[in-house]
């Protein structure tokens, strides 16, 4: 059974950093794309990084190319979304999903809250 | 950029048919595919169709997903409506390398 736990959410200050996992269980991470999309309060989805578990492909959407980061541990079936220079406008739960194709999620984990605020 | 657009609500009956729409700007919206989340209060969204018309196992086939060409739009059809259903939905899609996503119908069971 698939299960994706997203973890490391919570209140940070604007300016600041946050680093977020993901642990994924029931699968090999190494044999999918992975992704990370998150939903500010009361809005809808946006995506805001999809990549490779198995290569070097990452793809980040504009809004946080430059400021996100994400990156992989395959011996701990995990993935990570490393975020800096956070503003208001980052506030969102954030999911991480795991990928059928590079363009379509199958499972979704419970989100983890991030809140900016001073 | 394309844009997909959804209706802000829709409501059925339970038992009864309903579909939802998402219409894709520009570009054709058969040459990428069309994906539909469910996302109840308070939930996480979970995936009830991929790859225009593909459901993950589990999902009941109340469900099914389908594209015209004709106006450039997919849709979701589900039958059968039960008060369960009642969610928001969205669609989502990409082009070379950005995914987008529609703005989401909230679906009332009532």
């Known amino acids: 059974q698939v299960q994706l736990v997203e973890s490391g959410g919570g209140l940070v200050k604007p300016g600041g950093s946050l680093r977020l996992s993901c642990a994924a269980s029931?699968?090999?991470?190494?044999?999918?794309?992975m992704a990370w999309i998150r939903q500010a309060p009361g809005k809808g989805l946006e995506w805001m990084s999809y990549?490779?578990?198995?290569?070097?492909?990452?793809y980040y959407a504009d809004s946080v190319k430059g400021r996100f980061t994400v990156s992989r541990d395959n011996a701990k079936n995990s993935v990570y979304l490393q975020m800096s220079s956070l503003g208001a406008e980052d506030t969102a739960i954030y999911y991480c999903?795991?990928?059928?194709?590079?363009?379509?999620?199958?499972?979704w984990g419970q989100g983890t809250l991030v809140t900016v605020s001073s | 950029n394309f844009r997909l657009t959804q209706p802000p609500s829709v409501s059925a009956s339970p038992g009864k048919t309903v579909t939802l729409s998402c219409t894709r700007s520009?570009?054709?919206?058969?040459?990428?595919?069309v994906q539909w989340y469910q996302q109840r209060p308070g939930s996480a969204p979970t995936t009830v169709i991929y790859?225009?018309?593909?459901?993950p196992s589990g999902v009941p086939d109340r469900f099914s997903g389908s594209i015209d060409s004709s106006s450039n739009s997919a849709s979701l059809t589900i039958s059968g409506l039960k008060t369960e259903d009642e969610a928001d939905y969205f669609c989502?899609?990409?082009?070379?390398?950005?995914?987008?996503f529609g703005g989401g119908t909230k679906l009332t069971v009532l």
């Open positions: 989502q899609s990409y082009d070379t390398l950005n995914w987008v």
């Open positions: 520009s570009g054709n919206i058969a040459s990428k595919y």
């Open positions: 790859e225009d018309n593909q459901r």
């Open positions: 999903a795991r990928l059928r194709a590079w363009y379509a999620v199958v499972d």
């Open positions: 029931g699968f090999t991470l190494n044999n999918y794309y």
């Open positions: 990549f490779s578990s198995s290569d070097d492909s990452i």
